[in-house]
């Protein structure tokens, strides 16, 4: 298996926190695109030679190619990945917990894994922004992987342009086409990919510093849509409805957030340390963190 993201200068504390947690758990070759050359400089000066480090800001010229950049990225590593059998995606903005490298095995006889959005009744509107969710993915080194990056690429270009539609997530859209596509597995470890839009149907614990849905350890999180307001508060996107206010869930973004802001923290936590001011605004909760 090889394994690859992209981030920019501006994602850079989001994703030393991906980088660091997939190295914990996985001996997989790395590769990270850097959007620009802080974040190229960074990469390469914090890990060396563990991470393999390439520049494609002369690519990244405006919002329109943030969002058909996957398939693009996808072809570099498939010409790039000699001798691997699986390529794995993950955002810059999630963080692993445990090896999900048993996933492959799920594989047998698939070209793709994907992870879907597990949208709830109450938000299939949201099904607007795709069925999966391109925040972590399987793709083979196969023929039907050069099909689909090909393919790929001529629909987000056409999409791009098309300005009756929406830009956002266009690059995502695209795995809507392989929904019903006997190459798709879709990956049921509910454990992986989890994500603001569904954290909320499964039951949170809290045993020895490690966190759990429905008894079974988070693998992989999905930390999107969080965004620092001020020096102390931060949005938490909750995909168009309020998830469980539970305190173990605060606890854990709070965690997530604490790391971001300073990776010299105060050691310990209590209730004090956790304001939720939730907004008029139904899309989003705003919680307090202080270090």
């Not at 520049?55 to 990225?73: A, E, G, H, T, V």
């Not at 539609?165 to 006997?182: A, V, W």
Request: net charge positive; glycine share 4%.
């Amino acid at each position: 298996m090889i394994a690859y993201t992209y981030f920019d200068a501006g994602y850079i504390d989001r994703g030393y926190q991906a980088l660091d947690s997939f190295i914990e758990y996985h001996n997989s070759k790395l590769i990270v695109y850097a959007l620009d050359q802080v974040c190229y400089d960074s990469v390469k000066n914090r890990y060396g030679s563990r991470i393999e480090v390439v520049s494609i800001q002369s690519f990244f010229r405006s919002k329109d190619d943030f969002f058909k950049i996957s398939p693009y990225l996808l072809r570099d590593v498939f010409d790039r990945c000699s001798d691997c059998e699986l390529i794995l995606y993950f955002d810059a903005d999630t963080k692993f917990f445990r090896d999900c490298s048993f996933l492959c095995n799920e594989l047998n006889g698939y070209s793709f894994g994907f992870t879907t959005h597990r949208f709830t009744e109450s938000r299939k509107k949201y099904l607007k922004y795709g069925f999966y969710n391109f925040g972590f993915n399987f793709f083979r080194k196969d023929e039907h992987t050069q099909k689909l990056i090909h393919k790929w690429i001529e629909d987000v270009e056409a999409y791009a342009n098309n300005s009756t539609k929406l830009k956002f997530y266009s690059d995502q859209l695209y795995l809507d086409s392989y929904i019903t596509s006997p190459l798709v597995k879709n990956l049921d470890e509910y454990r992986v990919n989890i994500g603001p839009w569904c954290c909320d149907i499964y039951k949170w614990e809290k045993l020895n510093n490690d966190y759990y849905l429905n008894s079974e350890q988070i693998i992989h999180y999905h930390f999107s849509g969080i965004k620092k307001l001020s020096n102390n508060y931060w949005t938490i996107s909750s995909a168009g409805g309020r998830f469980g206010v539970s305190f173990t869930v605060l606890e854990f973004y709070s965690n997530y957030i604490k790391l971001l802001k300073n990776e010299k923290i105060r050691v310990g936590f209590s209730l004090k340390d956790l304001l939720i001011m939730v907004s008029n605004c139904v899309y989003r909760q705003i919680l307090r963190v202080r270090i």
